[in-house]
């Protein structure tokens, strides 16, 4: 068995890589080739462009791949949504399609687009999502650099954003949001009704959703007089609660926990103050709940 999956190209291919690496799974990429290499035999990766990978794993050429939810819902496509995977190009989050307009444009409302022209490369999304308000509007598809058509060749645009910092640089408004997306982890329908296939997509799945979880997240163990747990314990922030087990010297405790990375440089030095001593920070790759 041979499980065919689809990368995305472009602004999300470091992301993706960076995260298929914390889940285990080292992949090569040659200059200029659309097959990258993959340690796992099972496996065979073709990069693709994330706006047309939901069409190839709908048709069969795939039996699965990651893309955004909005070019799912954008090419209409029938497939087996695994897992959500809150990853974007810039951070691990969501991402935004919002309809936008110059700051200064006399647009407040979406009823005001009636007539107007609509830059976008989101065309079938934008033109249902005006249809169900009433709005006729003109949709041009952009090519790219949809910001720099306001206000000369569009009157409005529906983009994607992560942070809304490229749209307040570029002075435009946001006058409402138009789709919520994340990184999905697609499949085939076939494929997935396969045993093998889906026993190994749902493997796939696994591993990217425990990267997901450590990211921002490390261990930390230490050891800590018997007399002074109670103190450490009240320090630590913990995703479960902490693991306590006995060291050989009956009066000396080992605790282990996960807290996120931000607060260590905060929780290393109380933990000293109450008690603890031989602290260990260490990163994770993956944690499977």
């Not at 959500?84 to 936008?100: H, M, P, T």
Request: with cysteine; glycine share 6%.
């Amino acid at each position: 068995m041979t499980l065919k999956m689809g990368l995305p190209k472009g602004s999300l291919e470091v992301a993706t890589l960076d995260l298929m690496r914390r889940a285990g799974f080292l992949i090569t990429v040659a200059d200029r080739s659309y097959y990258p290499a993959i340690d796992d035999p099972e496996i065979e990766c073709m990069l693709l462009r994330a706006q047309e990978m939901a069409r190839y794993v709908e048709d069969g050429a795939l039996d699965c791949g990651l893309t955004g939810h909005d070019w799912v819902v954008e090419n209409e496509a029938t497939v087996h949504e695994v897992c959500d995977l809150v990853y974007a190009k810039q951070s691990y989050g969501r991402v935004r399609w919002v309809l936008a307009v110059p700051q200064a444009s006399a647009i407040q409302t979406v009823a005001d687009l009636e007539g107007r022209i609509v830059a976008t490369e989101l065309v079938g999304v934008t033109r249902r999502w005006l249809a169900e308000r009433g709005v006729s509007a003109r949709i041009e598809f952009s090519w790219g650099a949809t910001e720099a058509k306001l206000p000369e060749l569009a009157d409005a645009i529906v983009e994607v954003t992560e942070t809304g910092s490229s749209l307040r640089a570029a002075k435009l408004r946001v006058v409402e949001t138009v789709l919520e997306s994340t990184t999905q982890l697609i499949a085939n329908v076939d494929a997935w009704q396969d045993p093998q296939k889906r026993r190994k997509i749902e493997d796939v799945a696994l591993l990217l959703q425990g990267a997901i979880a450590a990211l921002d997240r490390v261990g930390l163990m230490l050891n800590v007089r018997v007399e002074d747990l109670d103190a450490v314990l009240a320090v630590l922030p913990a995703l479960r609660n902490p693991t306590v087990s006995h060291l050989s010297d009956a009066g000396w405790l080992a605790v282990n926990t996960i807290l996120e990375e931000r607060v260590v440089r905060r929780i290393i030095p109380r933990l000293k103050e109450a008690g603890a001593e031989g602290i260990v920070e260490f990163p994770l790759n993956k944690i499977v709940m």
